[in-house]
């Protein structure tokens, strides 16, 4: 069972930055992070859940959504149990919760659906 805890959202000015942690634990936490998927979602009031970025287990490889490629980066930590989401020149329409979320394959899924695992969420709201 991986249990996520996303950190890091806020208020942050377009053009500015910020970084969410989402630090993995669990009960019975014997799987190496590194033989889950992870990947960011997020969703902003009216609309459906949208991926983000994804990421494989070793972290090799990324996958980005058009509207934040260029922006944003995903990257992994997996001595420390934490995927980070660095936002780069964020835009007012990048406000949303942000979710991170965890499936059982090492390699990028970019389905919602797939995910097992996801957090409570962190809000991110970017002002103009």
């Known amino acids: 069972q991986l249990q996520l805890e996303e950190s890091g959202g806020g208020l942050v000015q377009a053009g500015g930055s910020l970084r969410l942690s989402c630090a993995a634990s669990?009960?019975?936490?014997?799987?190496?992070?590194?033989?889950?998927?992870m990947g960011w979602f997020r969703q902003a009031p009216g609309k459906e859940r949208e991926l983000v970025a994804a990421?494989?287990?070793?972290?090799?490889?990324?996958s980005y959504s058009d509207s934040v490629k260029g922006r944003f980066t995903i990257s992994r930590d997996n001595a420390k149990n934490t995927v980070y989401l660095q936002m780069n020149s964020p835009k007012p329409e990048d406000t949303a919760v942000y979710y991170c979320?965890?499936?059982?394959?090492?390699?990028?899924?970019?389905?919602?659906?797939?995910?097992?695992?996801w957090g409570q969420g962190t809000q991110v709201t970017v002002s103009s």
């Open positions: 979320a965890g499936q059982d394959l090492p390699i990028v899924r970019t389905t919602a659906s797939v995910y097992k695992y």
């Open positions: 669990g009960r019975s936490f014997s799987r190496s992070i590194s033989t889950y998927g």
């Open positions: 990421i494989s287990g070793g972290g090799g490889s990324t």
